[in-house]
């Protein structure tokens, strides 16, 4: 692992935060299990705890923390949509924080709480989750209500060095992932 490589695992596991580029805008990431990281993350974006945040890695191994087990059944139908831009709401490990699972998504017609995860298939995120091998948050980096970002400069203007904000692109006419919960088959989002 390069010097670079074990600063931003190091600024990531202090409770740092970054900003990163995803498939249709720029993310504010840190590490999902650091309850710092998710207070610093949400202060930053002056968004309400009980929202929840979406989770994305590059392998299936670095979800599995996160979510109750799934059936065969449960776990066909994530995979019929990872790798991709598709996120699944799925049962709460009990060890997953309430700032990242939120309370907006409430409790499924099975009484337990969710959170929302994704296999994600762009090449930045992957690259990015491979490299620091972990699953990172990912929200729209931008201020609660207000357009979400798309590039370098405009995520170092909003947030200046509480950040640490890694260069690169979005799709431009990206859209963001859908948000289904997997035991109801509802969409959230999408």
């Known amino acids: 692992m390069d010097w670079k490589t074990r600063s931003l695992r190091s600024h990531l596991k202090g409770g740092g935060v970054l900003a990163y580029p995803t498939r249709a805008v720029y993310g504010l990431g840190c590490d999902p299990r650091s309850q710092r990281g998710l207070r610093r993350l949400l202060r930053l974006k002056q968004r309400p705890a009980h929202k929840g945040m979406i989770v994305v890695s590059d392998a299936l191994a670095r979800l599995q923390p996160f979510h109750m087990p799934l059936s065969s059944a449960e776990q ?8 991709g831009g598709h996120t699944w709401l799925i049962p709460a490990s009990r060890r997953v924080s309430g700032l990242l699972r939120g309370r907006a998504r409430g409790l ?9 995860l994704r296999q994600d298939d762009y090449v930045a995120v992957q690259r990015l989750c491979h490299r620091l091998g972990m699953a990172l948050v990912s929200t729209s980096a931008n201020r609660s209500g207000q357009r979400p970002l798309g590039t370098t400069r405009a995520c170092q203007r909003l947030f200046g ?14 859209r963001p992932s859908t948000i289904q919960d997997l035991m109801t088959g509802k969409a959230v989002r999408g």
């Not at 139908?77 to 790798?83: D, F, K, T, V």
């Not at 060095?161 to 990206?174: K, P, Y």
């Open 161 to 174: 060095h509480q950040v640490r904000v890694l260069s690169g692109r979005t799709q431009r006419h990206a």
């Open 76 to 83: 066909a139908r994530c995979l019929s949509r990872w790798p």
């Open 108 to 116: 499924g017609a099975d009484r337990r709480p969710r959170v929302a």
